[in-house]
């Protein structure tokens, strides 16, 4: 049996703010360092009230890369607001994250073997990585002055964080070059010269498979579960009027109904049946306080079938009845 929790009711929260964009600092505690050659290395294993694992940093020719590897006891929740302006170059080779931004309604959904390369400009937001499973990631930050050192003109146009069509999958030519990245053992000035021409060949294929349309297709037409369940979220919010089966909602995504009925609990805390009650609840209150629409009309926009099962629903729901809860707050 699954066990419901809130949205948030069993996650870690934690800020980075101003300049401030790494994360190890914040739930990592370093236990090795060193400085060779221009490149400065750093080993943090994550605190045990997090988690286990260990965020590997290097920096270097205004470029910082850091590899992820754990395991959360509970979801994470970064909040940005950050005034850092980058390129950066996503691979999250294992795990699922979901970038939320403040300008945007829309969440950015990331699944294992997926990639996106952005300028981030005062990011201000939220990334929630999840517990369920082992999150690896090699992430990528390139200054301005890297880009201008290697032609970029200054207003060239990278991809924005809010784009659509900005995540691409891994391909194998991804990642063959992030395997030899992590599994290099050189040192110093060789270290360096080898990480620099391997972000070269990340960043050259990542332009030219942003141009590619059948690769974003695929992308799109992928099968990965978290953006099933997103879109069973946004069906059911766009369609109030109806009540639908888990049957047909997992016929309808390609998902199987267990795997739905579970994975749509620990996104939202809630089954699909209380989520969409909540949803048409939240729509017949603003609908009464906010018009005159009758009450008969507002039953049927919610999807019940009369006035007399949507008043005792909607007492049930919010303690009183609807023509009650209209006068009250007229």
Request: net charge positive; proline share 2%; charged share 25%.
């Amino acid at each position: 049996m699954v066990k419901k929790r809130r949205d948030f009711a069993n996650c870690e929260f934690v800020e980075l703010m101003g300049n401030a964009t790494d994360l190890s600092q914040l739930i990592a505690i370093q236990t090795s360092y060193s400085d060779e050659e221009g490149v400065r290395y750093s080993k943090n294993h994550i605190l045990p009230k997090y988690g286990s694992g260990c965020i590997i940093n290097f920096q270097f020719s205004e470029i910082k890369l850091s590899i992820s590897r754990f395991k959360l006891n509970r979801d994470l929740i970064v909040n940005y607001d950050c005034d850092a302006d980058f390129t950066q170059l996503s691979f999250l080779l294992e795990g699922e994250k979901i970038i939320s931004l403040n300008t945007n309604t829309n969440q950015i959904l990331l699944e294992n073997q997926e990639s996106y390369m952005a300028n981030l400009n005062q990011l201000k937001g939220s990334v929630r990585i999840s517990s369920k499973k082992n999150f690896k990631e090699i992430k990528i930050r390139l200054s301005k002055l890297f880009l201008l050192k290697y032609g970029f003109p200054s207003d060239y146009n990278f991809k924005k964080i809010s784009e659509k069509n900005l995540i691409l999958p891994i391909t194998n030519e991804l990642f063959k070059i992030l395997t030899n990245l992590e599994e290099s053992s050189l040192k110093g000035l060789s270290r360096k010269i080898f990480m620099e021409s391997k972000v070269l060949e990340l960043l050259a294929i990542q332009i030219e498979n942003y141009t590619n349309d059948e690769l974003k297709k695929k992308n799109a037409e992928g099968s990965k579960t978290i953006k099933k369940i997103y879109k069973i979220q946004q069906i059911l919010k766009d369609n109030l009027n109806q009540n639908y089966s888990i049957r047909f909602l997992s016929k309808k995504i390609g998902l199987n109904e267990t795997v739905l009925k579970q994975e749509f609990i620990r996104l939202f805390g809630c089954s699909m049946s209380e989520y969409s009650k909540n949803e048409k609840m939240s729509k017949a209150k603003e609908l009464l306080r906010c018009t005159q629409i009758p009450i008969y009309q507002i039953a049927e926009e919610i999807g019940y079938k009369n006035a007399t099962h949507f008043s005792v629903a909607f007492k049930k729901y919010v303690g009183k009845l609807p023509k009650q809860y209209r006068n009250f707050l007229n």
